[in-house]
């Protein structure tokens, strides 16, 4: 990541693979992550909120709104 921009894409394949090693627990992992570097890498902090919100999309049981279900 350092050096280069990080694509959503990066965000997803991280958010997988933190769901697959910790299942239910990955987002609030993620936003404890997020938590640690707040106040010494504010970049590094937004992009494990940003893991954070789809680590929690990915465990989400049901759809919001008007989500289509797949």
């Given at each position: 990541m350092?050096?280069?921009l990080?694509?959503e894409?990066?965000?997803?394949?991280?958010?997988?693979?933190?769901v697959?090693k910790?299942g239910?627990?990955?987002?609030?992992?993620?936003?404890?992550r997020a938590?640690?570097?707040?106040?010494?890498d504010a970049?590094?902090a937004?992009?494990?909120s940003f893991i954070?919100?789809?680590?929690?999309?990915?465990?989400r049981a049901e759809p919001?709104?008007h989500?289509r279900?797949?």
């Amino acid at each position: 990541m350092a050096g280069s921009l990080l694509h959503e894409r990066e965000v997803w394949e991280a958010a997988i693979f933190l769901v697959s090693k910790h299942g239910k627990d990955a987002p609030d992992l993620a936003r404890f992550r997020a938590g640690q570097l707040e106040e010494k890498d504010a970049l590094g902090a937004r992009i494990w909120s940003f893991i954070a919100d789809a680590a929690a999309e990915i465990v989400r049981a049901e759809p919001v709104g008007h989500e289509r279900v797949h």
